[in-house]
């Protein structure tokens, strides 16, 4: 089955670092997505990505869809304590019924 | 806000009982998702909704099952419950073209 590859699995930074996070797979997405989740909580969709290539901005978040559309990565800039929290990646295959597969999340944790 | 209520919020089961778990939409939307997310792991994807039909389903045994009703609220039923099902269920409301899923908060289950 499809599987996604995400790093780091956790992270520790001062705040004001700029971050980055990834994704990889060896399956061909058509779409990704990348979610926050806090505790207690529902992963919260961050951004989009549609097109292979695309670089989409959200604020100070930034992704960006592989050429290959089997990657993507995720950047934060000029991190701030509210951005503590699990990023999670996720592909999407229209062929398997819109159905997302997720990465096992990237921890992110700021000093401030 | 995603619009996506879930409910119960926590619940404890012992194993071998079975469980209906609930989700409604503010907005009318005909396609719902449900995710199982173990403690530590991504969303693993259980099944998919459209127009009170199940359209695409994951690597679930027949236990898991499922509804949508004519207003697009949906459950999630879970028969002989295992020790193993223990973990945050999320449901999802797909928009964007049937390509974005927004989440609940999500129904912690506790089987004992």
């Known amino acids: 089955g499809q599987q996604l590859n995400q790093s780091p699995q956790s992270m520790f930074i001062q705040e004001g670092e700029d971050v980055s996070m990834n994704c990889t797979s060896s399956?061909?997405?058509?779409?990704w997505l990348w979610y926050k989740q806090e505790p207690g909580e529902g992963p919260v969709l961050l951004i989009a990505?549609?097109?292979?290539?695309e670089l989409t901005s959200n604020g100070r978040l930034t992704a960006q869809f592989g050429i290959t559309r089997k990657d993507s990565f995720l950047n934060i800039s000029a991190s701030i304590p509210s951005d503590v929290g699990i990023y999670f990646c996720a592909g999407q295959l229209i062929e398997y019924g819109n159905k997302l597969v997720f990465g096992a999340g990237t921890i992110l944790r700021v000093k401030s | 806000e995603t619009g996506v209520t879930q409910s119960p919020t926590h619940l404890i089961k012992t194993r071998g009982q079975q469980v209906t778990l609930r989700c409604s939409s503010q907005?009318?939307?005909?396609?719902v998702s449900w995710y199982q997310q173990a403690l530590g792991q991504g969303p693993q994807f259980i099944f998919q909704y459209y127009r009170e039909e199940e359209n695409g389903r994951g690597n679930f045994p027949p236990r898991f099952s499922g509804l949508q009703f004519p207003n697009y609220s949906s459950e999630l039923n879970v028969n002989a419950l295992e020790l193993d099902d223990s973990a945050l269920y999320l449901c999802a409301r797909i928009s964007g073209g049937n390509t974005e899923a927004f989440f609940g908060q999500g129904t912690r289950l506790t089987v004992v």
């Open positions: 907005s009318g939307h005909n396609t």
């Open positions: 399956s061909i997405f058509n779409t």
């Open positions: 990505l549609y097109k292979a290539g």
